[in-house]
């Protein structure tokens, strides 16, 4: 008879048995485990250990570690947003927004590292995530392409967020080519005399683009630059000097045209209705003779009975001699304009408009109400997630629309912003306030 074979290990024998699949061998009254199964557990852990690793995948924007965050705004808007972390390895928590009011939202997916490709829904449409580079598809319930935003691993300042153009592309603003802006790089400054102004006048720009083949884009933040030459759509953000940037950007299923200004009356706010007499005639005036020379021109129109509602006049920087002394300042000129003026003007029918500008660029606040007045949900903002607002800062709009009090007690009508004043977010805030 044939012995099992015995290995002596310490004082204690022990016997194997044979698996008679593979011939290896298990001690005797241990569980079933023989060869067949070492190897399949073998494979198991490798099989785990790659979805580890594969998990490890961080996103990346611009060659720096962020956090994906994508929300539900609407059943055609999904809200993209990346944040970089800080020397703790926390996500920078968002601005203060100059342009958003507050709207209701879902938050469907946030992550620092992803396995794989992710799908979700959101509302009405169907996104699909996926790393190396970090891309965001976004399609309608029926399956049809909407866009897709591509994010730059590079480490370069000129790092940015790819969509696509195959369609005609509208938006962006007052000013430069018209109509189709495809084909041009777009700087989003204001400028006077840029884009051939005999021909286009100002630039007045706005980070909204709208594809005609069903889409829309809105980069709330940071200010940055669309380049739409080579056949494709980029949106270049300004970096922070760390070379580190936070990126908030709208994705709009635009089905019909009046979806992709619903959308954005929803992120923005309704604009505010002006007063009919706003929509009349009114005569821009440059560089005055002298505070009579105001009067005069006024009359002429009463007399030949041309229609006319308003009066604009230019300050001064704008013109050699304007209603005031200069960029920014709200004291009257008066070898061009006196106060007493304005009861003329208005005695004779018209509304008197001046031309302001420099207001600071980093204005915030969704009121000048006094803080006493406002209800609760107007002081803490779901559009800066909770954040109360410093009523007590000068770049409030409530403290920076005080300076103009005085001015307008005395019967200005209205103020005219141009090239040169706020920012188009600026300009957008103060306005509906």
């Known amino acids: 008879m044939m012995r099992e074979p015995v290995i002596e290990h310490a004082t204690q024998?022990?016997?194997?048995?044979?698996?008679?699949?593979?011939?290896?061998?298990?001690?005797?009254?241990?569980?079933?485990?023989?060869?067949?199964?070492?190897?399949?557990?073998?494979?198991?852990?490798?099989?785990?250990?790659?979805?580890?690793?594969?998990?490890?995948?961080?996103?990346?924007?611009?060659?720096?570690?962020?956090?994906?965050?994508?929300?539900?705004?609407?059943?055609?808007?999904?809200?993209?947003?990346?944040?970089?972390?800080?020397?703790?390895?926390?996500?920078?928590?968002?601005?203060?927004?100059?342009?958003?009011?507050?709207?209701?939202?879902?938050?469907?997916?946030?992550?620092?590292?992803?396995?794989?490709?992710?799908?979700?829904?959101?509302?009405?449409?169907?996104?699909?995530?996926?790393?190396?580079?970090?891309?965001?598809?976004?399609?309608?319930?029926?399956?049809?392409?909407?866009?897709?935003?591509?994010?730059?691993?590079?480490?370069?300042?000129?790092?940015?967020?790819?969509?696509?153009?195959?369609?005609?592309?509208?938006?962006?603003?007052?000013?430069a080519q018209q109509f189709d802006r495809r084909g041009a790089l777009y700087p989003m400054e204001p400028s006077w005399g840029g884009w051939n102004r005999p021909v286009f006048g100002s630039v007045v720009p706005s980070p909204f683009v709208i594809g005609t083949d069903g889409w829309a884009l809105f980069a709330h933040r940071p200010e940055g630059q669309f380049d739409l030459r080579e056949g494709k759509g980029r949106f270049v953000p300004n970096q922070d000097a760390d070379g580190k940037v936070s990126l908030d950007l709208f994705v709009i299923n635009v089905e019909k045209p009046a979806d992709a200004l619903t959308e954005y009356n929803r992120l923005t706010g309704r604009p505010v209705m002006p007063p009919k007499w706003a929509l009349g005639y009114f005569q821009s005036h440059r560089t005055l003779a002298g505070p009579e020379e105001p009067l005069q021109i006024a009359r002429t129109f009463r007399e030949t009975k041309l229609p006319c509602d308003a009066l604009i006049y230019l300050g001064t920087g704008y013109c050699t001699n304007g209603w005031n002394t200069g960029h920014g300042s709200l004291t009257f000129n008066t070898n061009a304009f006196v106060p007493e003026n304005l009861n003329a003007l208005h005695d004779l029918n018209f509304k008197v408009v001046f031309h302001v500008n420099r207001a600071p660029r980093k204005l915030f606040g969704t009121s000048i109400a006094p803080r006493s007045t406002l209800s609760p949900s107007e002081g803490e903002r779901a559009g800066v997630r909770g954040l109360a607002e410093d009523f007590d800062s000068p770049l409030h709009i409530r403290n920076y629309w005080a300076r103009h009090r005085d001015i307008f007690a005395l019967g200005v009508d209205g103020s005219a912003w141009t090239a040169g004043g706020p920012t188009t977010a600026t300009n957008c805030r103060s306005r509906r306030a």
């Open 13 to 175: 024998p022990l016997n194997f048995s044979a698996c008679a699949g593979c011939g290896l061998r298990d001690p005797v009254g241990a569980p079933a485990l023989t060869g067949c199964h070492r190897v399949f557990f073998a494979c198991l852990l490798l099989s785990l250990s790659a979805r580890t690793f594969a998990a490890s995948i961080p996103i990346h924007f611009a060659r720096q570690n962020a956090e994906l965050v994508l929300s539900e705004v609407s059943e055609r808007t999904l809200r993209v947003e990346l944040f970089p972390f800080d020397e703790q390895g926390r996500s920078r928590p968002p601005q203060r927004s100059t342009v958003l009011v507050p709207f209701p939202s879902t938050e469907k997916l946030r992550a620092r590292q992803m396995t794989g490709v992710k799908e979700l829904r959101a509302g009405r449409l169907r996104v699909t995530v996926k790393t190396q580079p970090l891309t965001v598809t976004v399609r309608r319930e029926d399956g049809k392409f909407v866009q897709e935003l591509n994010f730059d691993d590079i480490a370069a300042t000129n790092a940015g967020v790819a969509f696509r153009t195959e369609a005609p592309v509208l938006g962006l603003g007052e000013g």
